[in-house]
């Protein structure tokens, strides 16, 4: 089985929701998901509803809680946090334990450059075949989306966000 390297980018709402519609999906089959969580720390939802499929999905945070500033460059703490989930992530990949393993947020973490593009595209010339690969967040690089097989933008039409309304546990978070 033939596996494929996916990147859902752009400034619409969804990246990270159809990632983990894939990983759904894919325990549906029997399959594992692995998803590193980049720029993120937070509970949320979708790590209680990954609590409910053990061992099909696994997610770990390697963010700090709260929101990442980058206006003077990237903390330490946010680095050595982004190279761990990047270590851990190629781990689960090559254990042979996961059909699909999930960069969520990896995009951003690299535009924010808080992980190098090059460990990445490192990270991906290391995928078994039949693995499938999934990087997520706003501004992929070039070299991402050339290197993917499916590229999917979402584009933001309108969203409540604009009109003051902030993130909701269980549609959001």
Do not use: W
Request: include cysteine.
């Amino acid at each position: 089985m033939s596996g494929y390297i996916h990147v859902y980018t752009g400034n619409g709402k969804g990246k990270t929701t159809a990632a983990l519609g894939l990983a759904f999906r894919a325990a549906g089959r029997g399959f594992k998901t692995y998803v590193a969580q980049f720029l993120k720390g937070q509970p949320t939802g979708e790590i209680e509803a990954a609590k409910k499929l053990r061992p099909l999905i696994r997610i770990e945070q390697f963010g700090r809680e709260g929101f990442i500033t980058v206006k003077d460059g990237p903390g330490d703490e946010d680095v050595s946090r982004a190279r761990a989930g990047l270590r851990q992530a190629l781990e689960a990949m090559l254990s042979g334990d996961y059909r699909i393993v999930v960069l969520d947020e990896v995009n951003t973490a690299v535009h924010f450059k808080i992980l190098p593009e090059q460990e990445v595209l490192d990270f991906l010339d290391k995928r078994p075949a039949g693995v499938e690969v999934v990087l997520t967040g706003r501004y992929a690089p070039d070299a991402f989306t050339a290197r993917a097989d499916l590229v999917t933008e979402m584009a933001c039409v309108k969203h409540y966000f604009d009109r003051g309304i902030k993130a909701r546990d269980g549609i959001e978070r």
